[in-house]
């Protein structure tokens, strides 16, 4: 009775297509995709303590990865998005993060905040290449919108930021009214 079992076991198995030739192994992703969840890493404030970047954003964030030789330059596109009067009254944040030339940092891999020439617009640097470890190692001028859960809901770049920006005031508007106590119907 049992070698019969088996037998029907093993007879199922080859009718289904269960062999070793189709089990493959799970690999992680090779870019960014939509629903991405980002891992959150350390950031240096400009005070010499220590954050993390989840902690400093606000909840809808624009996070913007260009090339400016480590200058921290802020690209004039996002210094003029992050100035939009759209965001102003919405926890809506934009971000860009420029590669560095390596320094040794206290943890030595960490981001860190520096001045902006914009109100609205956050620049760090990534001198160990933490963040672009985190985002997958985007090309650059790649554009990523996350919402609060740290998830991507859009993707662009510097030079096409597509439907980004509306995207990102329409987040906004809705946590907006999500922190409101007079929409919470009590």
């Known amino acids: 009775m049992k070698t019969i079992s088996m037998a029907a076991c093993l007879g199922l198995m080859i009718l289904i297509g269960c062999s070793q030739s189709q089990v493959g192994t ?3 992703p090779k870019e960014i995709y939509l629903g991405y969840h980002v891992p959150d890493v350390p950031v240096a404030r400009p005070d010499g303590r220590f954050t993390t970047f989840n902690k400093m954003r606000l909840d809808v964030t624009i996070v913007a990865f260009t090339t400016n030789e480590g200058r921290g330059v802020a690209e004039s596109v996002l210094v003029d998005l992050a100035n939009g009067l759209k965001f102003v009254d919405l926890p809506v944040d934009v971000v ?3 590669p560095a030339e390596s320094r ?3 943890s030595g891999w960490i ?3 520096e001045s902006s020439p914009a109100r ?3 620049v760090l640097r990534d001198p160990s290449g933490i963040a672009s470890c985190a985002y997958l190692n985007p090309k650059p001028g790649e554009v990523f919108l996350l919402d609060w859960n740290s998830q991507v809901v ?5 030079e096409n930021l597509g439907d980004i920006p509306r995207l990102a005031e329409r987040l906004g508007q809705t946590m907006y009214q999500f922190y409101l106590p007079s929409t919470w119907g009590f």
Request: hydrophobic letters at 35%; glycine letters at 4%.
């Open 26 to 28: 799970v690999q992680p």
């Open 96 to 98: 860009q993060i420029v």
């Open 104 to 106: 040794k940092s206290p």
């Open 111 to 113: 981001l860190e905040k």
């Open 120 to 122: 609205y617009l956050t």
């Open 154 to 158: 859009a993707k662009g770049t510097v």
